[in-house]
């Protein structure tokens, strides 16, 4: 297991990562809506993501009085875990508490957040390696949805392809709950997000 790297004292940061694919090409793509969330997060807490190590694009700031390093996988999105889990290592973080990772779910409905302590990577490749190189499904996730792949649409083209101009809109929308997600986790513990944002974000997308 991944916990064994780590000692018992508290650490000094806790990671948030956002998945993605890093290239122009790939900027706003549905896959790339954990960079986006990312980004939202680094403009509004004024945390530069301007630091390049461990193949992974890196801000450190802090969010509600907590320390937190940034963390966009330069990888491509296959290889995810393979960046990530030198920088949980470098900074002796649990991944199992002391981190989160923000990614794009076909599963959900566009705009759709579902925030889970742990669980299966669900068919998406980045969690995949992610799971396989910390040895542990038991982590902090938060879900974008991004909306099912149409009858017809390889699921590659589907998933690097950009939104409609409504999607954007309800995207946009969900990347601000997204960023109060990950305050409230910081703030109050990941079992109040889940019952904050699962609950508000699935009455939200049905209204619409």
């Known amino acids: 297991m991944f916990r064994r790297f780590f000692s018992n004292k508290p650490t000094k940061y806790f990671i948030i990562c956002g998945l993605g694919n890093p290239g122009r090409e ?3 793509t549905r896959h790339n809506v954990g ?3 990312l980004d939202l ?3 509004r807490f004024d945390i530069p993501i301007d630091t390049i190590r461990f193949n ?5 700031g802090a969010i509600e009085g907590r320390k937190v390093i940034l963390v966009k996988p330069q990888t491509y999105m296959n290889l995810s875990g393979e960046s990530l889990s030198q920088v949980v290592r470098y900074y002796k973080a649990d991944p199992e508490s002391e981190m989160i990772v923000i990614y794009d779910d076909i599963d959900l409905p566009v705009g759709r957040l579902r925030i889970r302590k742990q669980g299966s990577a669900g068919g998406h490749n980045g969690m995949k390696d992610i799971i396989r190189h910390l040895g542990t499904e038991n982590f902090a996730r938060i879900r974008i949805g ?3 792949k149409p009858k017809g649409y390889e699921l590659k083209d589907y998933v690097l392809g950009h939104f409609s101009e409504q999607e954007r809109e309800q995207i946009d929308e969900a990347l601000i709950h997204t960023a109060g997600a990950v305050c409230l986790v910081l703030e109050k513990g990941i079992d109040i997000a889940m019952n904050e944002y699962n609950r508000n974000s699935q009455i939200s997308a049905e209204q619409k």
């Open 26 to 28: 790939y900027a706003h």
């Open 56 to 60: 992974a694009a890196l801000g450190k």
């Open 41 to 43: 997060i680094a403009d």
């Open 35 to 37: 960079f986006d969330a």
């Open 146 to 148: 991004v909306g099912g």
